[in-house]
């Protein structure tokens, strides 16, 4: 049983490119969410995917945009990159939008140079 | 806005001791309360979920309690062993999945 994969693992980017990280969710599972995690601090909530729409979102600019797929899979695209956005980009998934326990991926790590 | 705060935000032990990590949450209408554990670099391994109706929940020698009307929870590790070592995570969530959590509590166990 396949747990939640996050690829790629790192990445290194430069101020204003454009990056794409990809979520592939726990078997069973239809929703994903996407958390952005700083050093030193606890994860803040990006976005949430259900039935291929955003259902819900945090308190972050429209560089930051998301699509989920029909086999349920998604990516979360930051366009324009800032040295800040340098994080740890986790994904979770879960079953159905009113979910009692999440299931986080290992992560992708994003540095912006 | 909910707000998570977590109590100490290091802890240094030595093995065998027993301790306990804190968490208060400033808005009391919560669904449930979850603990994560997570290594550096790494994702985030759930230990225990406790929903809003419940006292608490046991898993091994983790114990985690919820008193919802003060906004507070614990968690209690019996008999700490060097593999504890990790940055303890609470989150709470209020609606839908998205949850809110603390800044973490980064817990060494000496040997």
């Known amino acids: 049983d396949a747990g939640v994969t996050q690829s790629p693992t790192h990445l290194i980017k430069t101020r204003g490119q454009q990056v794409t990280l990809r979520c592939s969710p726990k078997?069973?599972?239809?929703?994903v969410s996407w958390y952005q995690q700083a050093l030193g601090q606890g994860p803040q909530f990006i976005f949430q995917?259900?039935?291929?729409?955003?259902?819900q979102r945090g308190n972050f600019p429209d560089r930051f945009s998301g699509h989920q797929f029909p086999n349920y899979s998604s990516e979360l695209n930051v366009n324009a990159l800032l040295l800040g956005d340098s994080a740890l980009y986790l994904c979770?998934?879960?079953?159905?939008?009113?979910?009692?326990?999440?299931?986080f991926g290992s992560g992708t790590q994003l540095s912006v140079l | 806005k909910q707000e998570v705060t977590q109590i100490p935000a290091a802890l240094s032990v030595p093995e065998g001791e027993n301790l306990v990590l804190n968490c208060s949450f400033t808005?009391?209408?919560?669904?449930?309360l979850q603990w994560f554990r997570q290594d550096p670099g790494k994702g985030l391994t759930s230990l225990l979920l406790?929903?809003?109706?419940?006292r608490e929940q046991t898993s091994g020698r983790l114990n985690a309690s919820l008193d919802k009307s003060s906004g507070r929870s614990t968690l209690y590790i019996a008999a700490s062993q060097p593999g504890d070592s990790a940055t303890y995570l609470c989150?709470?969530?209020?609606?839908?999945?998205?949850?809110?959590f603390g800044e973490g509590t980064q817990l060494t166990v000496n040997p």
């Open positions: 808005d009391s209408a919560i669904y449930n």
């Open positions: 406790i929903q809003s109706s419940q």
């Open positions: 989150a709470v969530k209020v609606s839908g999945s998205r949850l809110t």
């Open positions: 995917y259900y039935e291929e729409e955003e259902r």
């Open positions: 979770a998934s879960s079953l159905g939008d009113r979910v009692k326990k999440l299931f």
């Open positions: 078997s069973g599972h239809d929703t």
